[in-house]
Structure formats: structure tokens, C-alpha cells
Nanobody, 123 residues
Framework: VQLQASGGGLVQAGDSLRLSCVAS????????IAWFRQAPGKEREFVAS????????YYADSVKGRFTISRDDAKNTLYLQMNSLKPEDTAVYYC?????????????????WGQGTLVTVSS
């Protein structure tokens, strides 16, 4: 499985960005996928996840109400719409793909990772 994330950039607080992650190498629609992020000097943390068919969706408390995860199985693509961005959202954002169909908040449940895309939010 290969995952290619894109859409990061430098924005100001309050702005919006949409991240994309294109997957290849396996049947995309059968598996749960997620976004994690890692800020400088911090551990990688969960952001949002979505199950196969989108029946289960989870968000970290820190992004709930501001971020929206979605998937387009026809395009093998995962999205993260990020609104009302804050400086504390600054991080490298990674998409991740797991072997099971469900959504999970746990980093160890994901076996395939993209290379990450940097989001920088200035105050």
C-alpha cells in the first residue's frame, strides 16, 4: 500500500486547508483510514479516523467541530477539511491505513503510512 498526502502549507490562524491522501496498491474501500499529526518535539497523535463505508467516524477532542474527515472511494482518496485553524494545529499530518474495516484512534492499529504533509499556522 502506498499513501501520498498533500495539501499542507502556511496559513494564518482562522484560515482553512484541505488535506488529501491518495492510496494505491489495495482495495481502498474495504479498510479504515485515518489522519495523525506530529508537532515538533511531540509524539504523533490521533486526529481523525473513518471506517470502511464511513459508518464510523472519530475525532480528537482538540479538532472536533473544526475538522471534517471524509473519503471518496471512487478516487481512492481520503480528505481532511480543516477550518478555524489554530497555531497549535501546526504539525506534519500523516495519513494512515489499517488492515481492518473499522475506525480506530490507536496509532498501533495502522500499518501503512504516508510521508506526511506540513501544516504551519501562524498567529
Amino acid at each position: 500500500v502506498q499513501l501520498q498526502a498533500s495539501g499542507g502549507g502556511l496559513v494564518q490562524a482562522g484560515d482553512s486547508l484541505r488535506l488529501s491522501c491518495v492510496a494505491s496498491g489495495r482495495t481502498f474501500n474495504r479498510y479504515g483510514i485515518a489522519w495523525f499529526r506530529q508537532a515538533p518535539g511531540k509524539e504523533r497523535e490521533f486526529v481523525a479516523s473513518i471506517s470502511s463505508s464511513g459508518v464510523m467516524i472519530y475525532y480528537a477532542d482538540s479538532v472536533k467541530g473544526r475538522f471534517t474527515i471524509s473519503r471518496d472511494d471512487a478516487k481512492n482518496t481520503l480528505y481532511l477539511q480543516m477550518n478555524s485553524l489554530k497555531p497549535e494545529d501546526t504539525a506534519v499530518y500523516y495519513c494512515a491505513h489499517r488492515d481492518g474495516w473499522g475506525a480506530s484512534k490507536e496509532l498501533f492499529d495502522y500499518h501503512y503510512w504516508g510521508q506526511g504533509t506540513l501544516v504551519t499556522v501562524s498567529s
